[in-house]
């Protein structure tokens, strides 16, 4: 967390703690606070403060779009289309209504990490409620052809929603000229607090709310608003915004410099969705003949911290359902390891990183039975 | 950190590292679950275990596990090493996380499959 957000948070804990549903002053308080933050989280993907749901991060978000609409929707059909690639949050909210009786259509991907809009007008049925495409992927960074997909959405007359965890604050986002209907924001994803976050829900959209309750945020989310929690949020995103021109240059700089380093120095390395458009923030690489969850280690005991999309380092033991998706066999998930790098990233880190990595791969490969040095 | 200080040991200091060129058996394993892959070869003399090594491409926890049960078969005799069993090496290093137990069984099939003509 930035520390101007932490900032703009304490006097909510400690003045502003009224209850922003109350009418006395303090609660009032609290209110305009909300409102304030509501608006700076409006401005950064060009919303109506009215179209913003507070609510309490982007797992909700994506549930209360899918969901809220599959059950609005359901006279109409029970058709969804998705990609394989998505995020678990929706990922298994889509499997979930799957078991409900909807039918899924999982779009494939290129081996580029993207989906093919042409596919998704395929897969376009009479029954069709929804259509929902993540906008960068969360493993690989690859940015998805959003507008194009939805151009198509509102052709068809059928709601688009986008996953908008990732993107938020890192590329810029119009939801206007991406022609979402409905787009999932977190806040922690941009140095807010955890526990926050927003669904864009445009004008018109008809949408059944998960939670009920008092009718809170207009009766799209009952339940007391985490006041503190939607400020820091308000404030991570007015930072975030100015940082699209100022910052996110140069952490893309910092990950090409990693990038460039690490290929330098290992051999057998590859870059995932390196040909496609890409976050500017992040890296996901894989080495051959070593393993995700044993590189993880070894960097954190070094005082660098990754993940993997190795089957060993996950709960489910199942290997990334990414790299999967984009063509690569378990064996080749085994090996990857995903960067994900912040204003606050330093040139200092990234060379950190560059120095003791290749001596890592270097350790675990002659371990390896297969390794042969090339 | 879910790994004890000896597994992580272990881990970076592996022991019994290599490949026997004149080894009395070899044996290779992979891991049905998540992929991870043991090689180990022995030296067997009158039902004796002179020596061992191990290769593996896995997970810290497959490596530990890899390093320690191959460590502790050099000088066992063979029906005893037939006995170990993944809990033994799971115990012996500290325990491992629920989500982790699967990797010891790379080492003690490698064991099984090694021995398997003695």
């Given at each position: 967390m930035r520390p101007e957000v932490l900032a703009a948070m304490m006097p909510v804990f400690?003045?502003?703690?009224?209850?922003?549903?109350?009418?006395h002053w303090f609660g009032q308080q609290a209110k305009a606070l909300m409102d304030q933050a509501r608006q700076r989280v409006a401005r950064l993907v060009n919303a109506?403060?009215?179209e913003i749901v507070l609510l309490s991060g982007g797992t909700e978000a994506d549930n209360l779009a899918i969901r809220g609409i599959a059950e609005s929707q359901k006279a109409k059909g029970r058709h969804i289309i998705t990609s394989r690639i998505e995020h678990h949050a929706v990922l298994h909210t889509c499997k979930d209504l799957e078991k409900q009786g909807y039918e899924i259509t999982w779009l494939p991907v290129s081996r580029k990490g993207l989906v093919e809009p042409d596919d998704v007008r395929t897969a376009l049925r009479p029954d069709t409620i929804l259509i929902s495409v993540m906008h960068a992927n969360n493993e690989i960074g690859t940015i998805q052809p959003i507008e194009e997909i939805g151009k198509i959405a509102e052709d068809a007359d059928v709601y688009f929603h986008s996953d908008g965890v990732q993107s938020t604050g890192k590329i810029p986002v119009d939801v206007r000229k991406l022609k979402v209907d409905l787009y999932s924001m977190s806040s922690h994803k941009i140095h807010g607090p955890k526990g926050a976050g927003a669904l864009f829900v445009k004008k018109g959209t008809i949408l059944k709310p998960a939670m009920t309750g008092g009718g809170h945020e207009r009766n799209r989310r009952s339940g007391t608003e985490n006041v503190a929690g939607i400020v820091g949020f308000g404030e991570a995103a007015r930072i975030a915004l100015e940082g699209l021109e100022t910052e996110m240059p140069w952490v893309r700089q910092l990950r090409d410099r990693l990038e460039a380093g690490l290929r330098s120095s290992i051999e057998f390395l590859h870059v995932n969705g390196e040909n496609a458009p890409r976050l500017p923030n992040t890296s996901n690489i894989m080495v051959d003949y070593a393993e995700g969850e044993g590189l993880v280690i070894s960097l954190d005991l070094k005082g660098v911290a990754v993940s993997t999309g190795s089957a060993c380092s996950s709960g489910s033991l199942e290997p990334s359902h990414v790299l999967i998706a984009i063509g690569k066999t378990p064996d080749e998930a085994h090996g990857s390891l995903r960067f994900s790098l912040s204003s606050m990233t330093t040139e200092e880190d990234i060379d950190y990183v560059v120095t003791v990595l290749p001596g890592i791969v270097e350790r675990l490969r002659e371990l390896s039975p297969y390794y042969k040095r090339g | 950190m879910a790994y004890s200080e000896k597994l992580l040991d272990y881990f970076q200091n592996p022991r019994c590292v290599g490949e026997i060129p004149d080894a009395h058996a070899v044996a290779e394993v992979s891991n049905p679950v998540c992929g991870d892959v043991m090689k180990l070869w022995v030296k067997v003399v009158n039902g004796h275990i002179q020596d061992a090594k191990f290769k593996a491409q896995g997970c810290s926890a497959a490596i530990a596990t890899s390093s320690f049960a191959t460590e502790m078969l050099i000088g066992m005799d063979v029906v005893d090493a037939r006995r170990i069993t993944r809990e033994q090496i799971v115990e012996a290093l500290g325990g491992l996380p629920a989500s982790k137990i699967h990797c010891s069984v790379l080492a003690s099939d490698a064991i099984k499959e090694v021995l398997k003509g003695f």
């Amino acid at each position: 967390m930035r520390p101007e957000v932490l900032a703009a948070m304490m006097p909510v804990f400690t003045e502003h703690f009224g209850n922003a549903s109350s009418i006395h002053w303090f609660g009032q308080q609290a209110k305009a606070l909300m409102d304030q933050a509501r608006q700076r989280v409006a401005r950064l993907v060009n919303a109506e403060a009215s179209e913003i749901v507070l609510l309490s991060g982007g797992t909700e978000a994506d549930n209360l779009a899918i969901r809220g609409i599959a059950e609005s929707q359901k006279a109409k059909g029970r058709h969804i289309i998705t990609s394989r690639i998505e995020h678990h949050a929706v990922l298994h909210t889509c499997k979930d209504l799957e078991k409900q009786g909807y039918e899924i259509t999982w779009l494939p991907v290129s081996r580029k990490g993207l989906v093919e809009p042409d596919d998704v007008r395929t897969a376009l049925r009479p029954d069709t409620i929804l259509i929902s495409v993540m906008h960068a992927n969360n493993e690989i960074g690859t940015i998805q052809p959003i507008e194009e997909i939805g151009k198509i959405a509102e052709d068809a007359d059928v709601y688009f929603h986008s996953d908008g965890v990732q993107s938020t604050g890192k590329i810029p986002v119009d939801v206007r000229k991406l022609k979402v209907d409905l787009y999932s924001m977190s806040s922690h994803k941009i140095h807010g607090p955890k526990g926050a976050g927003a669904l864009f829900v445009k004008k018109g959209t008809i949408l059944k709310p998960a939670m009920t309750g008092g009718g809170h945020e207009r009766n799209r989310r009952s339940g007391t608003e985490n006041v503190a929690g939607i400020v820091g949020f308000g404030e991570a995103a007015r930072i975030a915004l100015e940082g699209l021109e100022t910052e996110m240059p140069w952490v893309r700089q910092l990950r090409d410099r990693l990038e460039a380093g690490l290929r330098s120095s290992i051999e057998f390395l590859h870059v995932n969705g390196e040909n496609a458009p890409r976050l500017p923030n992040t890296s996901n690489i894989m080495v051959d003949y070593a393993e995700g969850e044993g590189l993880v280690i070894s960097l954190d005991l070094k005082g660098v911290a990754v993940s993997t999309g190795s089957a060993c380092s996950s709960g489910s033991l199942e290997p990334s359902h990414v790299l999967i998706a984009i063509g690569k066999t378990p064996d080749e998930a085994h090996g990857s390891l995903r960067f994900s790098l912040s204003s606050m990233t330093t040139e200092e880190d990234i060379d950190y990183v560059v120095t003791v990595l290749p001596g890592i791969v270097e350790r675990l490969r002659e371990l390896s039975p297969y390794y042969k040095r090339g | 950190m879910a790994y004890s200080e000896k597994l992580l040991d272990y881990f970076q200091n592996p022991r019994c590292v290599g490949e026997i060129p004149d080894a009395h058996a070899v044996a290779e394993v992979s891991n049905p679950v998540c992929g991870d892959v043991m090689k180990l070869w022995v030296k067997v003399v009158n039902g004796h275990i002179q020596d061992a090594k191990f290769k593996a491409q896995g997970c810290s926890a497959a490596i530990a596990t890899s390093s320690f049960a191959t460590e502790m078969l050099i000088g066992m005799d063979v029906v005893d090493a037939r006995r170990i069993t993944r809990e033994q090496i799971v115990e012996a290093l500290g325990g491992l996380p629920a989500s982790k137990i699967h990797c010891s069984v790379l080492a003690s099939d490698a064991i099984k499959e090694v021995l398997k003509g003695f």
